[in-house]
């Protein structure tokens, strides 16, 4: 109390410029903090972004071998038919002799 009495008015303009500038470094501190978070963010979209672009190039490629895997299929399965109306017991005639 008593060193309050004895400050000169410069000290204590000091002291209260010093109080001012510690406040606008803190605001400035969380300012920055916030912008980096925020490009932080976008350049992870970004990247994200491209990534989907790639995606979308390998789902064309897949949907391309899809197509002719289901070609592939459709002729496997007519020639699964043949073999089965061949191999069927319908068309096989049984004779049994009888005594």
Known sequence: MISSIFKSKKVAEAEKDQKILEKEIKRLSLEIIKK???LK???DLIISKEKAGKKVYDWE???D???KYHEEN???KKELEK???ILSINCIENHY???
């Open 36 to 38: 980096d978070g925020f």
């Open 41 to 43: 963010c976008k350049n």
């Open 61 to 63: 490629k897949m949907g």
């Open 65 to 67: 071998e899809l197509k």
């Open 74 to 76: 459709l002729v496997l």
């Open 83 to 85: 073999i089965n109306e």
């Open 97 to 99: 002799l009888i005594k």
